[in-house]
């Protein structure tokens, strides 16, 4: 253990497993540490002081004390990003406010992103594999959902209905195939912006 002020102490939201911090939980801390209760330690990563776990614990202190304050953290030395996303993943699962469907999602493709194995996400997680794939998709089908309804209303057209057999082939392999590459993503994604732009155009 060691101890680091606030300011010292580097916030990456990336390796952060929810979606937002809870108001709440921040607040009950808050009150734990007016009443003079221990909390605790937060975990750090050696190197570069990236807070791993304990963003609530974090910004309690922060908000009582100001970014001056030193608190006592524990370090681990972890190999990379990942490794911090990972662990960020694996104790967010296990213990406090369980992670929500959305939080899990936002790992996934935090995860996919960084080129991480899905068995070592689902792992970390505590869910199956199968599980990671579905709620990738259902990510996949929400992004895909505005030019989606467009290609619906110009269904009629003759390059509406070429577009709407790409996007559905598309999908289909995802859906078939698992949590595709980031090069792939990138492609689906820049297909969705051009076919929005060109149904844009075509109004």
């Known amino acids: 253990m060691e101890k680091l002020s606030l300011s010292e102490i580097k916030i990456d939201w990336d ?15 808050i009150d734990s540490l007016s009443a003079g209760a221990e909390i605790p330690p937060p975990l750090i990563d050696l190197k570069t002081k990236t807070l791993v776990d304990g963003f609530h614990r974090y910004h309690a202190y922060l908000e009582k004390y100001g970014k001056s304050y030193c608190i006592t953290v524990t370090s681990e030395d972890f ?15 296990i213990h406090g406010q369980p992670l929500s469907n959305q939080d899990k999602t936002k790992c996934i493709v935090i995860a996919e992103k960084m080129g991480l194995k899905i068995d ?10 199968e599980r990671v794939r579905k709620l990738y998709e259902r990510r996949i089908e929400e992004d895909t959902q505005p030019a989606t309804q467009k290609l619906k209303e110009k269904k009629n057209t003759t390059n509406g209905r ?3 057999l790409y996007v559905n082939i598309i ?8 949590v595709v590459k ?22």
């Open 15 to 29: 390796i952060y497993p929810r979606t937002d911090l809870n108001r709440d939980n921040t607040l009950r801390l």
């Open 79 to 93: 190999k990379d990003k990942k490794e911090m996303l990972l662990r960020s993943a694996r104790v967010n699962s």
């Open 120 to 129: 070592r996400v689902a792992q970390s997680l505590s869910i199956t594999k």
């Open 162 to 164: 070429i577009i709407e």
């Open 171 to 178: 999908i289909h392999s995802i859906k078939k195939f698992g």
């Open 182 to 203: 980031k090069k792939d993503m990138q492609k689906l994604l820049e297909l969705r912006d051009f076919i929005n732009n060109l149904l844009e155009d075509r109004k």
